[in-house]
């Protein structure tokens, strides 16, 4: 089978096509720009086709699937997907927008007419608040909310990725609350947890987990953070003003982040399920750098999904199983006691 990426001159879409390359496929490389795409598909040997978006359905016809790698996906997210629906193709991403990610699935009966299958986010962040989620949440025999937080330990990031976490700092703080979207300032909501690296300061925000891991997991009441070693107060403090600048526009993109030298790459994830009686079971996620999950985790992704379609849309816990996060190397799940401490079996 044939499959494709959208946006593989960005960063991340570069390092997809690598490792799909390392596991012995050849996928489309798609884009518009073909002063970089040729450069990029002659360097790996791959082949290439320069699209617009009036042209993207008629390229994408001979091919299977498509990972779209292009953000902020709350723009790219329309176009790409409705040239899937006219040619049949099935689509992924590696959102991790709030707004896009909700997007998809409001296009459910679209997705289910033509017989395809849409998947948000098959990158780092929400495949593996998924997996913690859903295994905090089968700790509890009768839960009713769950809250996740990410710790992400990445080598670098490229400027799509960074306009879409400025996108996402801009919306604010989110938390699905008996179904229904609460919204709140960014910097609302901070408090400090007890971890397995220490204490972290959590800060809700308006992520794609929320959508992902409320499809996934079932429950109806949701929250999701990222985390900092920096103080709450001092959080507090700083992100409203953060939050100001990224709605004005008055910040584009995030400082550039470079690769360290001996650094051994830790990133993790965090959940707690709490039932009605106020039980609560915590679970925490241990695996590598973000970015080089995120290539696995999407090559994985797309190799599942051409095996085992599903003709909807849904996440990929859903269609591959809650534990698909775990086939990504040097992943695993613990659970926590109540002082944050991994429980030993």
């Known amino acids: ?48 086709v320069v699209v617009t978006e009036q042209t993207l359905a008629k390229s994408l016809k001979p091919v299977d699937l498509v990972v779209n790698a292009a953000g902020p996906f709350v723009e790219t997210l329309e176009p790409v997907l409705t040239a899937c629906i006219a040619s049949g193709t099935h689509y992924l991403d590696i959102s991790n ?13 679209r997705v289910r007419a033509v017989g395809i299958t849409a998947v948000p986010s098959v990158g780092f962040g929400t495949v593996v608040t998924d997996a913690v989620a859903k295994h905090a949440v089968a700790s509890l025999p009768d839960p009713v909310a769950v809250e996740v937080a990410m710790f992400a330990d990445n080598a670098s990031r490229g400027p799509a990725t960074s306009a879409s976490t400025v996108g996402v700092l801009g919306s604010g703080g989110v938390r699905i609350v008996d179904g229904l979207v609460q919204r709140a300032p960014l910097g609302r909501g901070i408090r400090r947890i007890a971890t397995p690296i ?21 429950m109806r009441t949701v929250s999701a953070s990222v985390g900092f070693t920096v103080p709450a107060p001092l959080l507090t403090t700083a ?5 100001f600048a990224a709605r004005s526009r008055l910040v584009r993109g995030l400082p550039e982040a470079r690769r360290r030298a001996n650094h051994v790459y830790r990133s993790h994830a965090w959940a707690r399920a709490t039932d009605a009686d106020g039980h609560t079971a915590s679970s925490w996620l241990t695996t590598g750098e973000g970015f080089s999950f995120t290539a696995t985790s999407t090559v994985n992704a797309v190799l599942g999904v051409l095996d085992r379609p599903l003709a909807d849309v849904a996440t990929i816990a859903t269609v591959l199983g809650a534990e698909f996060a775990l086939d990504v190397p040097g992943t695993r799940i613990d659970a926590l006691d109540e002082r944050g401490r991994v429980v030993v079996t």
């Open 97 to 109: 927008e709030f707004e896009s990610v909700q997007q998809l699935f409001r296009q459910a009966a």
């Open 198 to 218: 220490g204490a972290r300061s959590i800060v809700p925000i308006a992520t794609g987990d929320l959508v992902t891991v409320r499809h996934t997991t079932g």
């Open 239 to 243: 992100l409203p003003m953060v939050g």
């Open 1 to 48: 089978m044939t499959w494709a990426i959208y946006g593989a001159t960005g960063y991340t879409g570069g390092l997809i096509a690598a490792e799909a390359i390392a596991r012995g496929e050849r996928p489309v490389l798609l884009g518009r720009a073909e002063q970089r795409l040729r450069p990029l598909a002659e360097s790996l040997d791959l082949p290439f």
